[in-house]
């Protein structure tokens, strides 16, 4: 419960501090548990998608019939105590099925029409915004998600040094923001209050959104904006591109 406690004031005071608006990956039971932190992000404007509802009941093994109902509740629960149609999702423990995205796509348009269900995090396969095939035909989207930069990971599983992840941080922002320069990139930093707020580990965050922030030409958005500016501008291009470079491949072999 630290993060509950210290670490997501902690975290939001330093977000507050260089203007983030967070991309809350929220585990909705948290909607009822702790409904005084769903109000701090709500009066700060942060975007909430979907985590399930814990974190610790995964996909695996549920049928459509019971993922479907999972994800119903879980955007329901948003959209009840916030107001938001859940527009991004990443399964409990990133524990998604070959069913999950389209049905994620299919109950955010029941739900909320065009608005709801545009996005997963759960692919992390590239560095930019593609396009996703979902059953129904929506046009639907992969952002990147980078378990590199996963403070769980860096600490936990990696045991990296504070000073070296705000190296890896910053060195990570310096290659996207180098090849941005010719087409669009998205860097996501996915962190938990339990981990990056901890006293002795909140300088190395705050160090590398100095430097980011610093860029005058850096877009700091939330999932939701990113996906819906994408869909505008990029999805038919990018779509349109692939299914020609399938078909030339096609045909070559």
Known sequence: DYGNRVGHQRQMALLDKYGVRGSVSLSTALCEHHPEIIQMCRERD??????GIYNTRYTYGLSEAQERAMIRDSMETIHRHT???????LAPA????????????EVGEELFGERGGLYTCDLFHDDQPTPV?????????????????NDTIVYAVNKVEP???AIMLKRHFDRLYQEGAESGTVMCIPTHNYQV??????????????????????????????????????HDAALASMQAQAATATGES
């Open 197 to 234: 707020s901890c006293p002795h580990r909140i300088k190395a965050f705050e160090e590398a959104l100095e430097y980011i922030t610093g860029h005058s030409d850096v877009w700091v958005a939330t999932g939701r904006e990113i996906a819906e500016y994408y869909r505008a501008h990029y």
């Open 94 to 105: 990133l524990s998604h099925s070959e069913h999950t995205l389209d049905l994620f796509a």
């Open 133 to 149: 095939r979902v059953r129904s035909g929506k046009r639907f989207i992969s952002l990147p998600y980078s378990l590199e930069m």
């Open 83 to 89: 107001g938001q149609a859940c527009a991004g999702y």
């Open 46 to 51: 942060w975007e909430f998608f979907s985590h």
């Open 163 to 165: 000073r070296q992840y």
